[in-house]
């Protein structure tokens, strides 16, 4: 090779590493919000000893944990794992990067049980194959789901390693968006709705259980009569023309978000201008944002856009205007990362410590819901901003929360007992926790 | 040729252009019509909507071109894409600090072209140097382009949600367009890279014997690539907020979605040139798909959609790869006549 051409790539080289090592630096934004630690550090003295209530387990665990996606909530949750929550109960991780499939997630399993992990927990695959293969190499296996029709028979106890799942509240996720939508929809229903069932068609329960409960809410407000079963509406893989004897336009689109077919496909819908209130199942206020602003332009119209999303970014959402001066996202459903993922922490912590038979209910393995945060408005997200985030760290499940799940914190602690815990965290007892 | 004639065979280029799209926007508006009761150009949201699939369809379409055309098959220009935008994006906005809105939405891009360029050079330097098939360097720069991009910012690739708001305006859109192309012309058709670029085409190992420097020449096809995908992807991200990164290869799927805007360019450059082809094919896919979306109104699925985009690419190819034998059939019908009229004035003269 050339002197020069050398001293040419060397450059470029050198370039690229400064280029890369600024791009993947981290920006820290102060904030006046506390953080866990220094709460927990300034808790009242009713609590327990200091000592015991923060000593450090002996005895060390290893937890394989199998992602289905990259987004934001992962990294999250790696970060509150690893940093957070692993130096407390002297726990280990083992992070998989985004899983295709099922041969991926056997794979991950696979190189956890040759790394000596303990257990697993699975976003990904959830079912009994995974839970089988852990059985054989005596690790815990605990779940992101709840029932559904892939993974019945894990809850019907076809594998002793199987602890337990966690999901979302869903009944109360659907609730929310079928009082919010009876609450502001029109008395005529002219404005039309368009629904994106997303992966309803595929089984995922939260997506069939918000398309369900807004086509029922609708339903009711109108007295409509639908030509089909809500059931084949929700469930089917094509685009369905809801019709009704009311002539209400109601449009339930499925797909994936994630696919590229996704927005251009619901582009085309919402630039008919024939839908003022866009209801989605998964984490979308920011993709469509951009055409829902110029259709909202182009039509003079207000579309209410309802959608699941993150904390991280409702804040932003509820601070852009449309070209009304409404905000350009009215109701956004959130996911408390960090309860959601320390839950699914204890659950697993539980089954290691106490035998799997310590998260059963009545002989069997059960399953664990934390609420949604229903955020109507930019008040309710600026109180949520700054934690459960990257930039702050500072998390809502603190070790104060996460004890409360534990059973080697609380003895006569039961898997019924878990359950009305997690029940009683809702929004205002979110908000009531970080004000502590 | 004489002026006249020049001209007549200008104006016929000329029109030969303009009226494929035109065929496009007026077959797609009548099945659209008949079908769904709406025009195919609605509002001003289809028009912008369209304006800017165009400039992304357009941009990576030419960035492949600046390779394909040469015999090169890059598979790396999606990921390639995927890098300038993750790294140069991310980049720029922690550099941005408080600068306004529209300044920051133009360093994002700039930023990303350079990164996109550096991307590019570094893929045409390793094809100069190791000597490797394009097709399987390009496999094997996607992985490594892709794992990059997927460690940048834990994940989460670039999220503009709320930023750069310009580079989404349709003005922004048109100067874009403006510039890509007359820039691209100059380069293709006027300058001395744009000659040796042709000359190499013809035929590679002549071009090298008469002096022509065919590695820089393929290194700098390889940056102005990295360039043109990086436009691309900066306009899709915009408009969907978010990047996310891929891996597995995924960020191949770009390659081929812009394959047939590409070859229809192509097709079309015979009249004019590679750049105002490829504009004019990008619009006509465009216009094409537009309609197609406006059956999801019906409850088409995207899927079929793409079933009969890929359908539409797929009678083109075989039309192009057959389109000699009509010329050939013409032309034997018409010496076949000749050769009867030679024989019958043969025999009244006999």
Redesign the interface.
């Known amino acids: 090779?050339k002197k020069s051409t050398k001293k040419l790539?060397a450059l470029?080289l050198a370039?690229?590493m400064l280029?890369?090592l600024?791009?993947?630096?981290e920006?820290k934004t102060e904030t006046e919000t506390p953080s866990s630690e220094q709460r927990a550090e300034t808790a009242g003295s009713g609590s327990a000893k200091p000592e015991e209530a923060n000593a450090v387990p002996e005895k060390s665990y290893t937890i394989g944990v199998a992602e289905a996606q990259?987004?934001?909530d992962?990294?999250i949750r790696h970060e509150y794992y690893e940093k957070y929550l692993g130096p407390l109960y002297n726990v280990k991780f083992i992070f998989s990067?985004?899983l295709?499939d099922d041969n991926a997630t056997k794979a991950f399993i696979e190189n956890c049980i040759d790394m000596g992990a303990d257990a697993i927990i699975d976003f990904k695959s959830c079912n009994s194959t995974m839970a089988k293969l852990c059985e054989e190499n005596n690790l815990v296996y605990v779940i992101n789901s709840v029932p559904r029709s892939t993974n019945y028979d894990l809850y019907e106890g076809v594998s002793s390693a199987f602890a337990g799942g966690v999901a979302g509240n869903m009944p109360v996720t659907g609730s929310y968006i079928a009082d919010w939508l009876t609450e502001n929809s029109s008395e005529d229903g002219s404005e039309g709705f368009l629904i994106s069932s997303c992966m309803a068609s595929t089984g995922v329960v939260e997506h069939i259980e918000i398309t369900t409960r807004a086509l029922e809410a609708l339903q009711k407000k109108y007295g409509l009569t639908y030509t089909q079963e809500i059931g084949s509406i929700v469930m089917s893989?094509?685009?369905?023309?809801v019709e009704n004897d009311k002539g209400i336009n109601i449009y339930v689109?499925p797909?994936s978000p994630?696919r590229?077919?996704?927005?251009?496909?619901i582009?085309?819908?919402l630039?008919?201008?024939n839908y003022g209130f866009f209801i989605s199942c998964a984490e979308t206020y920011?993709?469509t944002?951009?055409?829902v602003d110029?259709?909202e332009?182009?039509?003079n119209i207000d579309i209410k856009v309802v959608s699941l999303g993150a904390m991280s970014?409702a804040s932003?959402?509820f601070?852009?205007q449309d070209v009304h001066g409404n905000v350009s996202v009215d109701l956004v459903i959130a996911t408390c990362s960090t309860a959601q993922s320390g839950t699914l922490f204890a659950v697993t912590y539980n089954a290691l410590t106490n035998g799997v038979e310590s998260q059963y209910i009545d002989g069997l393995p059960t399953y664990y819901t934390v609420n949604k945060l229903r955020l109507a408005g930019l008040g309710e997200a600026e109180t949520l901003k700054g934690w459960d985030t990257?930039q702050t760290k500072n998390w809502i499940a603190d070790q104060e929360f996460i004890d409360q799940l534990l059973i080697i914190k609380n003895p006569d602690l039961d898997p019924a007992g878990m359950k009305e815990f997690l029940a009683s965290i809702d929004y205002d007892a979110i908000v009531e926790m970080i004000s502590r | 040729m004489s002026k006249i004639k020049k001209a007549h065979v200008t104006l016929y280029n000329v029109l030969f252009t303009v009226m494929i799209p035109l065929c496009v926007l007026i077959i797609m508006e009548m099945l659209v019509r008949c079908f769904t009761g709406v025009h195919l150009i609605d509002s001003q949201v289809d028009f912008i909507t369209l304006m800017r699939r165009v400039v992304t369809s357009f941009c990576f379409a030419l960035g492949l071109n600046c390779n394909l055309a040469l015999g090169r098959m890059d598979l790396s220009a999606g990921s390639q894409m995927y890098l300038a935008c993750i790294l140069g994006g991310n980049l720029a906005m922690n550099l941005t600090g408080s600068l306004g809105e529209a300044a920051e939405g133009i360093f994002i891009l700039l930023l990303s072209m350079l990164v996109g360029a550096f991307a590019g050079a570094l893929v045409g330097f390793l094809y100069v140097k190791l000597r490797i098939l394009p097709m399987v360097l390009g496999l094997g720069v996607a992985l490594v382009y892709e794992c990059i991009s997927f460690i940048v910012n834990n994940n989460q690739g670039l999220i503009m949600y709320g930023k750069g708001r310009v580079l989404s305006n349709w003005w922004f859109l048109g100067i874009t367009v403006i510039v890509v192309m007359a820039v691209m012309t100059y380069l293709f058709q006027y300058s001395y890279f744009g000659f040796n670029r042709r000359a190499i085409r013809g035929n590679q190992k002549l071009a090298a014997d008469v002096g022509i420097n065919i590695y820089s020449n393929a290194v700098v096809c390889y940056i102005l690539a990295g360039v043109l995908v990086a436009i691309a992807g900066i306009f899709t991200t915009v408009y969907e907020t978010r990047l996310y990164p891929v891996l597995g290869m995924s960020s191949n799927s770009y390659v081929f979605v812009n394959l047939f805007p590409m070859a229809v360019g192509m097709w079309l450059a015979r009249k004019t040139n590679p750049v105002v082809g490829i504009f004019v094919g990008a619009l006509s896919v465009q216009l094409l798909i537009l309609g197609l979306g406006k059956f999801s109104v019906i409850g088409m699925s995207s899927y079929m959609q793409t079933c009969i985009r890929y359908l539409c690419w797929l009678v083109f190819t075989i039309y192009r790869m057959n389109e000699d034998r009509f010329g050939y059939a013409k032309e034997r019908k018409e010496r076949i006549a000749l050769a009867k009229a030679t024989r019958a004035t043969m025999a009244a003269a006999g």
């Open positions: 090779m790539m470029l370039i690229l280029v890369a600024t791009a993947c630096s920006q990259a987004i934001e992962v990294t990067e985004r295709e893989p094509d685009p369905v023309i689109y797909g994630n590229d077919t996704w927005l251009p496909g582009v085309p819908l630039t008919t201008g920011d993709t944002a951009n055409v110029e259709v332009r182009a039509k970014s932003l959402a601070s852009n990257m």
